[in-house]
């Protein structure tokens, strides 16, 4: 506890409540970016893409596909 009241007195509170909501949030934001890759694919074979094809797209526009 001593080591968090010294690292608000130190950066300050701003910092301190944006480290802390990117902390909280960090997984909510990769749970969103797997669902986001999961429906791309079903839209895309759904359009009669492959998911090679998605996987072609995804480097063309400079999206990391590595993820999956």
Same mark, same amino acid.
């Given at each position: 506890?001593? +080591?968090?009241?010294?690292?608000?007195?130190?950066?300050?509170?701003?910092?301190?409540?944006?480290?802390?909501?990117?902390?909280?949030?960090?997984?909510?934001?990769?749970?969103? +970016?797997?669902?986001?890759?999961?429906?791309?694919?079903?839209?895309?074979?759904?359009?009669?893409?492959?998911?090679?094809?998605?996987?072609?797209?995804?480097?063309?526009?400079?999206?990391?596909? +590595?993820?999956?």
């Amino acid at each position: 506890m001593t +080591d968090i009241v010294a690292f608000i007195q130190q950066v300050g509170f701003p910092i301190f409540v944006a480290v802390y909501l990117l902390l909280r949030l960090e997984p909510t934001v990769a749970k969103l +970016d797997k669902t986001i890759r999961v429906l791309t694919i079903v839209i895309a074979k759904q359009s009669g893409l492959t998911e090679a094809e998605v996987v072609i797209m995804e480097k063309k526009y400079g999206i990391n596909c +590595d993820k999956r």
